[in-house]
Nanobody, 118 residues
Framework: QEQLVESGGGLVQPGGSLRLSCRAA?????VFWQQRLAWYRQAPGKQ?????????????DYAESVNGRFTVSRDASRKTMYLQMNNLKAEDTGVYYC?????????WGQGTQVTVSS
Protein backbone atom coordinates (compact mmCIF):
# COMPACT_ATOMS: atom_id res chain seq x y z
CA GLN A 1 0.00 0.00 0.00
CA GLU A 2 1.39 3.36 -1.03
CA GLN A 3 1.78 6.15 1.49
CA LEU A 4 1.68 9.84 0.61
CA VAL A 5 3.56 12.03 3.06
CA GLU A 6 2.65 15.70 3.16
CA SER A 7 4.61 18.56 4.68
CA GLY A 8 4.90 22.32 4.57
CA GLY A 9 1.71 23.64 6.13
CA GLY A 10 1.62 26.23 8.87
CA LEU A 11 0.53 29.69 9.97
CA VAL A 12 1.27 32.62 7.67
CA GLN A 13 0.16 36.23 7.45
CA PRO A 14 -1.94 37.47 4.54
CA GLY A 15 0.29 38.12 1.56
CA GLY A 16 2.79 35.51 2.68
CA SER A 17 3.94 32.30 1.01
CA LEU A 18 4.12 28.61 1.78
CA ARG A 19 5.26 25.56 -0.17
CA LEU A 20 3.56 22.22 0.35
CA SER A 21 5.16 18.89 -0.54
CA CYS A 22 3.66 15.46 -1.10
CA ARG A 23 6.00 12.50 -1.46
CA ALA A 24 5.10 8.97 -2.51
CA ALA A 25 7.20 6.88 -0.13
CA UNK A 26 7.23 3.63 -2.09
CA UNK A 27 6.24 4.47 -5.65
CA UNK A 28 8.58 3.55 -8.49
CA UNK A 29 9.34 6.16 -11.13
CA UNK A 30 7.43 4.50 -13.97
CA VAL A 31 4.27 4.41 -11.87
CA PHE A 32 4.77 8.01 -10.77
CA TRP A 33 4.69 9.17 -14.37
CA GLN A 34 1.28 7.50 -14.85
CA GLN A 35 -0.33 9.49 -12.09
CA ARG A 36 -2.67 12.43 -12.21
CA LEU A 37 -1.52 14.51 -9.26
CA ALA A 38 -3.80 16.89 -7.46
CA TRP A 39 -4.11 19.17 -4.47
CA TYR A 40 -7.45 19.59 -2.73
CA ARG A 41 -8.40 21.67 0.27
CA GLN A 42 -11.21 21.69 2.77
CA ALA A 43 -12.14 24.77 4.75
CA PRO A 44 -14.12 24.49 8.00
CA GLY A 45 -17.76 23.78 7.25
CA LYS A 46 -17.19 23.46 3.52
CA GLN A 47 -16.81 20.64 1.03
CA UNK A 48 -13.42 19.53 -0.22
CA UNK A 49 -12.50 21.38 -3.42
CA UNK A 50 -9.87 20.93 -6.09
CA UNK A 51 -7.06 23.46 -5.98
CA UNK A 52 -4.64 22.30 -8.70
CA UNK A 53 -3.99 19.28 -10.88
CA UNK A 54 -1.17 18.09 -13.10
CA UNK A 55 -1.93 15.08 -15.29
CA UNK A 56 0.38 12.40 -16.64
CA UNK A 57 1.09 14.50 -19.75
CA UNK A 58 1.96 17.54 -17.67
CA UNK A 59 -1.24 19.47 -18.34
CA UNK A 60 -2.00 21.78 -15.44
CA ASP A 61 -5.28 23.17 -14.18
CA TYR A 62 -6.08 25.51 -11.31
CA ALA A 63 -9.16 26.55 -9.44
CA GLU A 64 -10.11 30.05 -10.47
CA SER A 65 -9.65 31.31 -6.92
CA VAL A 66 -5.92 30.42 -6.87
CA ASN A 67 -4.97 30.95 -10.51
CA GLY A 68 -2.00 33.29 -10.74
CA ARG A 69 -1.05 32.81 -7.08
CA PHE A 70 -0.43 29.07 -6.77
CA THR A 71 1.93 26.89 -8.80
CA VAL A 72 1.84 23.09 -8.89
CA SER A 73 4.90 21.10 -9.96
CA ARG A 74 6.36 17.60 -9.73
CA ASP A 75 9.77 16.00 -9.40
CA ALA A 76 9.81 12.40 -10.56
CA SER A 77 13.30 11.79 -9.16
CA ARG A 78 11.91 12.53 -5.70
CA LYS A 79 8.42 11.10 -6.37
CA THR A 80 7.16 14.40 -5.05
CA MET A 81 4.52 16.97 -5.95
CA TYR A 82 4.72 20.56 -4.77
CA LEU A 83 2.32 23.44 -4.35
CA GLN A 84 3.90 26.87 -4.17
CA MET A 85 1.38 29.28 -2.66
CA ASN A 86 2.02 33.01 -2.93
CA ASN A 87 0.01 36.07 -1.90
CA LEU A 88 -2.01 33.95 0.50
CA LYS A 89 -5.41 35.16 1.61
CA ALA A 90 -7.55 34.35 4.63
CA GLU A 91 -9.89 32.37 2.39
CA ASP A 92 -7.02 29.99 1.55
CA THR A 93 -7.20 28.65 5.10
CA GLY A 94 -7.98 24.96 5.32
CA VAL A 95 -6.60 21.45 5.34
CA TYR A 96 -4.75 20.65 2.14
CA TYR A 97 -4.72 17.09 0.80
CA CYS A 98 -2.68 15.61 -1.99
CA UNK A 99 -4.07 12.94 -4.29
CA UNK A 100 -2.38 10.54 -6.69
CA UNK A 101 -4.77 8.91 -9.17
CA UNK A 102 -4.45 6.48 -12.08
CA UNK A 103 -6.50 3.71 -13.67
CA UNK A 104 -4.93 1.35 -11.12
CA UNK A 105 -4.89 3.33 -7.91
CA UNK A 106 -5.97 6.29 -5.85
CA UNK A 107 -4.04 7.52 -2.83
CA TRP A 108 -4.59 10.42 -0.43
CA GLY A 109 -2.21 12.23 1.85
CA GLN A 110 -2.94 12.73 5.53
CA GLY A 111 -3.63 16.43 5.12
CA THR A 112 -1.69 19.47 6.24
CA GLN A 113 -3.19 22.57 7.88
CA VAL A 114 -2.70 25.96 6.25
CA THR A 115 -3.83 28.96 8.29
CA VAL A 116 -3.68 32.48 6.87
CA SER A 117 -4.23 35.03 9.59
CA SER A 118 -2.79 38.24 10.93
Amino acid sequence: QEQLVESGGGLVQPGGSLRLSCRAARMITSVFWQQRLAWYRQAPGKQREMVATIDARGNIDYAESVNGRFTVSRDASRKTMYLQMNNLKAEDTGVYYCNFFSSHNEYWGQGTQVTVSS
